[in-house]
């Protein structure tokens, strides 16, 4: 597995995978597939230069991503957002969602003045959830009614790490 830092290259491909993530899992993600379908590839374009958003590569096939935001206000540039998170379902239970928190944390603590990043996670996503803590993320909230699926409602968890307070 090789993991690195998508580029307008990797745009086809990493839509592609997303386009994929928003049909097959509608309670993981806001976006939906019918929002984001019609986006033009300079859409994705933007997000990969503007943001960092990691991509896991096997055998030359990207099978996960995650991305991390940066806070653009002067208040608010301590903290990130990780986000876009996905693995591939052939590609699950072999460390990779692990890997890819890891290096979108690794990113994070080279970028100053970063201290915290932040996530939202449905909270019925048990793996997920389980995935985040396991690698220091604490749940600071719950949002009750959050994202509207299938004419009923999930909740989100809302989960930060400190960087400042957790070694590498």
């Known amino acids: 597995m090789i993991i690195d830092r998508l580029t307008k290259t990797d745009v086809e491909e990493y839509r592609t995978l997303m386009l994929g993530a928003y049909a097959s899992e509608p309670e993981t993600f806001t976006s939906t597939a019918e929002e984001r379908a019609p986006l033009a590839l300079e859409w994705w374009k933007s997000r990969v230069e503007r943001d960092i958003v990691l991509g896991a590569y ?33 590609s699950r239970r072999c460390g990779i969602g692990r890997a890819l928190v890891e290096a979108v944390l690794d990113r994070a603590r080279r970028s100053p003045p970063l201290r915290v990043v932040q996530l939202t996670v449905t909270k019925s996503n048990r793996s997920a959830v389980g995935l985040y803590e396991a690698c220091g993320f604490s749940c600071f909230g719950s949002e009750p009614y959050a994202v509207r699926v299938d004419g009923g409602f999930v909740t989100k968890l809302h989960m930060w ?8």
Do not use: C, I, W
């Open 161 to 168: 790490y400190d960087l400042a307070n957790r070694a590498a």
């Open 58 to 90: 096997v055998s030359d096939r990207l099978v996960g991503v995650a991305g991390l935001r940066r806070g653009d206000r002067e208040r608010t540039a301590h903290k990130a957002t990780l986000f876009g998170m996905f693995v591939a379902p052939q």
